[in-house]
């Protein structure tokens, strides 16, 4: 219960700052002020915005399915919430560590696909209807490559526990139970003769012990892009064409509800592709000699240094993630459907396939 | 230009594209500054955020702009001139003659008429400037002022007379009371006239 209000604060937190932070970051990149009213520098906005939805009517069509329509957004943000559950924010503080991860993640985050249906469905509205079924169909699409990339991620780690492979990319990794006598080697070629099980850092870090999964983070990335409804991918809300896509009928606290699903998918798929590509909570910082600047930047496991250090590297490399999904979306422009579909399926699920080929024969060389 | 494609100009256009936005996002520590059209760098158009937070920061407007009509009402001779070469008719005056010399402009014109009414209505204004060309006293001009909008339309006419209704009633309640007079003068002399 405490894990679950935990995250739940965080993440509200979180949430609230990206919001914030999209529109400087989206004002910066046009030339713009951004905010400026409320609070210093606009601080306040968001939360502003918020209060303000709250205060909004909450309208149901008459005409729509109205238990649809009510339990849509509910649905979407708990399938996105739950995925939280798995992640681990710290060495030793994770909500609920169970050694299929994942398996458990990715087939949550699938339930989201009904919930966006039920929206779409509930409404009552061509637009609605014709929004949800791009959004499914695309995030149907992108999870294949998405998986892809996560498997070869897995084929490397051989786990599909999130903090075993945590701990697989920092110098603590003999502290793990099961990872005692395990060794990290550099590239994870044991013939190259250089062991850096003790000097952890970025050296220890998936996209440099396996320099294949660097594609598969970049695959990762990208359909992770989709599968969030972030542009160039944010076909779902297209406003040009489809008005708003399957959230056109929510107001107030409703549509509230699914901005925090959209941006609350955004900070978890960064957390996952930071612990499966970029070392998870293990500080980038490697042991070079006596100058030990990663056991330094550790602190302690199980005392406070270890998870200040942990939650600060974890939170600072994805809000690095998400700066750059922000920066993605006032650069380039909407995907047309198809698009969106011939990168999916042409281009990113083809070299995804690669890629797990290659971490496969990356893994016997690791061994 | 020849139309590339491919998977390496894909990769490197996007690429290029990051890079352009980062170096807006970069220059965003600079900020234009709200400057006069007679500085150099008016025309300038610097690195960074290019919008100013307007109600507290404004760009000086030019002195020969044409902005808000305001009406000096003591150096109004109530000529009507303004009135009647205004395209838009925004101007209405009404008139009283005073009894007497009522006192000076202050380029020296006499002022011999009241003016129970000068109103503006700034709703209608079209900015031509006209009135201020044709004011022989240069008692109406326009100021530099731009932003003055209201809620209510009504109070976009503006009331520059100098006389309160009581007043203008006592201006004219002199002015028949004199006629009268003159009218009787002129009517003895007209009596004596055909006795003599």
């Known amino acids: ?367 | 230009m020849k139309n590339r494609s491919g998977f390496w100009f894909a990769v490197t256009s996007l690429i290029s594209g990051l890079r352009l936005t980062w170096k807006h996002f970069w220059n965003a520590k600079n900020r234009r500054t709200p400057e006069y059209v007679t500085d150099k760098n008016y025309f300038n158009q610097p690195d960074g955020l290019v919008t100013l937070t307007y109600p507290y920061e404004a760009i000086p407007v030019p002195d020969n702009g044409r902005y808000r009509l305001h009406n000096e009402i003591d150096d109004c001779i109530v000529c009507d001139l303004c009135a009647k070469i205004c395209p838009v008719n925004c101007i209405t005056i009404e008139s009283v003659k005073a009894t007497e010399e009522i006192g000076l402009t202050s380029d020296g014109t006499k002022k011999r008429l009241y003016a129970p009414v000068f109103d503006i209505d700034m709703a209608k204004c079209c900015y031509c400037g006209l009135c201020t060309t044709v004011c022989p006293t240069d008692c109406l001009t326009m100021t530099p002022v731009y932003d003055f909008a209201e809620v209510d339309i009504k109070n976009m006419i503006y009331h520059f007379t100098d006389l309160s209704p009581e007043q203008a009633e006592e201006k004219k309640e002199l002015l028949a009371k004199q006629q009268e007079e003159m009218a009787a003068a002129k009517a003895a002399a007209l009596a004596a006239r055909k006795q003599a």
């Open chain 1, 1 to 367: 219960m405490l894990a679950f209000v935990l995250t739940l604060v965080l993440l509200l937190s979180i949430v609230i700052v990206l919001a914030y932070a999209e529109r400087k970051v989206a004002a910066f990149m046009q030339d713009r002020l951004g905010p400026t009213e409320a609070g210093p520098y606009g601080s306040l906005q968001s939360v502003l915005d918020v209060l303000k939805l709250l205060q909004k009517e909450d309208i149901v069509p008459a005409a729509a399915d109205k238990n649809l329509f009510k339990l849509a957004p509910i649905l979407i943000f708990a399938a996105v919430f739950a995925g939280f559950a798995v992640i681990p924010f710290t060495p030793d503080l994770v909500p609920a560590g169970i050694g299929i991860g994942v398996f458990y993640l990715l087939a949550i985050i699938s339930l989201d696909v009904v919930g966006l249906l039920m929206a779409g469905w509930g409404s009552n509205n061509k637009y609605a209807m014709l929004g949800a079924m791009r959004s499914v169909a695309q995030i149907v699409s992108y999870e294949i490559p998405a998986g892809l990339a996560i498997l070869s991620a897995v084929m490397i780690c051989q786990s599909l526990d999130f903090q075993e492979i945590s701990y697989q990319q920092g110098a603590l990794m003999n502290r793990f139970p099961g990872l005692e006598f395990e060794m990290n080697w550099l590239f994870g070629i044991e013939a190259l003769g250089i062991n850096t099980t003790t000097i952890g850092g970025i050296t220890t870090w998936n996209i440099f012990r396996a320099p294949i999964l660097l594609i598969s983070f970049i695959i990762y990335f990208i359909a992770s892009l989709a599968e969030s409804n972030r542009a160039p991918f944010d076909i779902p809300e297209a406003e040009s064409e489809l008005v708003a896509g399957f959230h056109v009928e929510y107001s107030g606290f409703r549509f509230a509800i699914l901005f925090l699903a959209e941006y609350s998918m955004m900070v978890l798929v960064s957390l996952v592709a930071v612990i499966l590509f970029l070392g998870s909570w293990n500080t980038p910082l490697p042991n070079i000699g006596p100058v030990s600047l990663a056991y330094w930047t550790t602190g302690t496991v199980g005392e406070l240094s270890g998870i200040l250090w942990g939650g600060f590297w974890l939170l600072s490399k994805t809000f690095v993630l998400l700066f750059l999904q922000l920066q993605i979306r006032w650069t380039y422009p909407r995907l047309r459907v198809d698009q969106l579909m011939h990168l999916c399926w042409k281009v990113l699920t083809p070299i995804a396939l690669g890629v797990v080929l290659m971490a496969g024969i990356w893994r016997l060389l690791m061994i």
